[in-house]
């Protein structure tokens, strides 16, 4: 498949410009500047707090070189805290084309649609000209989440990603799973699955700081409505999101914005260190699917039971549907009904190889379902998170 | 596949439990696996079966994962939950009077 070559050697399946509002106050400039481009891959994402941030400033920086992103236009209000010129100056070293516009100094709202419309058009034209290269499938990053689950997502959908996962590996590529807080009863198994002892420790920290997040917050655990879905314990429902991670070692423990160094499997923490104070880790499956994205994910694998209709800036979303009702009524939204696991037209192991079939298609160009009908979610909130520790990446120690 | 119908689905290779895909009603005959069962009770869709004779105390496996341990004998095709099945990490909830193991 032919790839888009970044001057930082990356490379990417899409050529994005991303248009990012840098407080809650230029989103509309910045959603109407790209409004005229809606044929066009440019994707509007920001930033609403007034208040710097780390996190977001970090996530913005891995968002923004994002080998799927081809240039970066940045909507500033003006007095917002958001480091403007830290963002600029990281994509510029990147080699991309990149342009601020604060809103106070171009004019106002109509004045910064006119100049930022322009640079669209022109960058488009300028976008044209990326080079293409060959890229393999081993050269993928590959993430997945789950969504709108059911009964269903745990027997079907997400074992066919894990088995999609360990055929992905075993092609050399590189596979991201989350969800810290529905791995709790999991972690003894990901300790045995990790390369290093070490590296088990390291999941173990991980995962007690989840529980004692979740534990404060007080939400997560056993429901009885799990026990009437056929769910009986806890550990057995944490193996229902877990089986998307397949069967393979996992090389190491990242978190928002480290993008993995070797290929393998990964697990993404996505729970911040240090008291809790921002809130939910992650409001909703939009913000866990921009922390992938982060990581470098070219493509999201996202799995559903009851129905998510969600797609993503940035990078493509194929979406995995578990139950066969649901496909039938929303199958517009769906790529891949592995609901037919559930009605005997084929197993675990064809679902598995259609998913890496049609991530091959999408890596070539074809749109998925959330692409065609225009699907860009994007949220990114507070968050705090400590540097990972040199035991979560045995490999890029050698 | 003998049966029209698929009633029970296999996670992974050494599971000693199967899912069941469409509901089972108490008295019928099914096949599980090559095996002729006489369905002892209704069980539900999304709930599981012994894919075989279970010892109690044995660890159960699903995904190709163990979720549990069991807490009494459990003969084939017999429905495996909260009566018979309890996590080795915490104890599940269940409604007062239900299922209350």
Redesign the interface.
Known sequence: MQAYLRSDGRKGIRNVITVVYLVECAHHVAKQIAAPFEDDDVHVIGFSGCYPNTYALEMMESLCTHPNVGAVLLVSLGCESFNRNQLAETVRDSGRPVDVLVIQQTGGTRKTFEVGREWIRRTLTELEHVPRVEMGMNELIVGTVCGGSD??S??SAN?AVGNAFDRLVNLGATTIFEETGELI??EQ?MVRRAITPELGKEILACMEKTANYYNILGHGS???GN?E????????KS??A??KAG?GALHGIIKPGNVPPNPGLYLLDVIPDGEVRFGFPNINDTAEIGELIACGSHVILFTTGRGSVVGSAISPVIKICGNPETYRRMSDDMDVNAGR????QGT?DDVGLEIVERIRRTAEGEQTASESLGHREFVLTYKSFEPIGPSCLPLALA | MQNQEQYFLRLSANDNVLVVVKAIQQGQELELEGVKITAQKTIPFGHKVAARALTAGEKIVKFGMPIGSTTTTISAGEHVHTHNLQSDYIPSFGRPGEGGH
Do not use: R, S
Request: include cysteine; charge should be negative.
């Open positions: 009964g269903t745990g027997i074992p009863g999991c198994d056993f429901a009885v026990a879905g056929g769910l009986t314990t806890l550990e057995e193996l229902g877990y089986a069967h696991i559930l009605e005997g675990i």
